[in-house]
C-alpha cells in the first residue's frame, strides 16, 4: 500500500509503486495500472502546457493524416518538469522488466542502466528527436491502432499517464490495447485511465508462453471514440525518433 501523501514528488510516487505486482499484470495482460503518479493539480499544470508553443517540435493532426480524429504534439527535448522527472523514475523500474522479456524472447538486450546513455546511443544511430507527446481529444475523436516505433533502438515499454477525471471531463476514451495472440485470434483490452494515474503497456510485442516454449505476442495499441468533453493525456516514451 503506497505511503505518498499529495506532496509527494512525481519521482517518490514511482518509488512506492508495488513494482512486483505491476510486473506480474505486465506478464498477464500486455498493460498494468500505476497508482497515483500526478496530483489533480500537477495534471492540469501539464495538460495546460498544450497551448505553449514553444515547448513542441512539431504538431499532429490526426485525421489529415488517417492515425484517428484529435491531435497532439511531441515535445523538444528541454521536457517541462514534472514530465522529465517522471521519464527519468521510471526508466529504472521498467528496466528490469524490459531484460526479462528480452532473455525470455532471446533477444539481445541493449539497454544501459542510464536513461542519459541509452539516449545517447539512440542519437548515435540517428533516432535524436523526443519522441514525448500531449495528446488532446474532443468529442468524436479517437486514435486508430498503431506501435510507438520510430527506428530500430526501441525500448519494449511505454507509459500513458491520464491528465483529466473520467466521467467527469470527458467520456468514452477508453485506452485500447489489442494482441495478436500466436496461431489464435486477437485478444482486446480496455481501460479507463484515471487522472494522474499511469498505464504501462507493451510497445510492440511482449513474451507469451507456447507450448513450445515463449513467442512474441504482437500489440498495438489506440484509444476508443470520446463520447463527450476533452481528455488529455501524456505519453512517455524511452526511445527518441528518427
Known amino acids: ?33 500505476t497508482p497515483r503518479l500526478l496530483t489533480a493539480d500537477q495534471c492540469a499544470r501539464v495538460a495546460g502546457l498544450y497551448d505553449r508553443d514553444e515547448l513542441f517540435r512539431s504538431t499532429i ?16 527535448h528541454e521536457l517541462p518538469e514534472p514530465v522529465a522527472e517522471l521519464r527519468a523514475a521510471l526508466y529504472p523500474r521498467l528496466l528490469p522488466i524490459a531484460r526479462d522479456w528480452a532473455a525470455r524472447l532471446g533477444r539481445p538486450a541493449p539497454w544501459p542502466d542510464s536513461l542519459e546513455e541509452w539516449l545517447a546511443r539512440c542519437h548515435a544511430a540517428g533516432q ?22 520510430f527506428g530500430d533502438l526501441v ?17 468514452g476514451g477508453e485506452f485500447l490495447l489489442v494482441e495478436q495472440r500466436p496461431r489464435a485470434q486477437s485478444r482486446g483490452t480496455a481501460t479507463v485511465l484515471r487522472q494522474g494515474h499511469g498505464l504501462i503497456f507493451t510497445t510492440r ?22 463520447r463527450s468533453g ?13
Open 155 to 171: 525500448f519494449p515499454l511505454q507509459v500513458v499517464i491520464g491528465l483529466d477525471a473520467y466521467g467527469t471531463d470527458y467520456t
Open 61 to 76: 493532426d490526426m485525421a489529415r493524416h488517417r492515425f484517428g480524429s484529435g491531435q497532439y504534439r511531441y515535445f523538444g
Open 128 to 149: 535524436d528527436r523526443s519522441a514525448q507527446i500531449l495528446l488532446r481529444y474532443g468529442p468524436g475523436d479517437w486514435n486508430a491502432l498503431h506501435r510507438d516505433v
Open 205 to 226: 510485442d511482449r513474451p507469451v508462453a507456447t507450448k513450445r516454449g515463449w513467442s512474441a505476442g504482437a500489440t498495438r495499441h489506440g484509444v476508443s471514440t470520446v
Open 230 to 242: 476533452r481528455r488529455h493525456a501524456l505519453g512517455l516514451v524511452f526511445h527518441d525518433a528518427a
Open 1 to 33: 500500500m503506497s505511503t505518498t501523501t499529495d506532496t509527494a514528488r512525481p519521482h517518490q510516487r514511482v518509488a512506492a509503486a508495488d513494482w512486483t505486482r505491476l510486473a506480474e499484470e505486465l506478464d498477464t495482460y500486455g498493460c498494468a495500472l
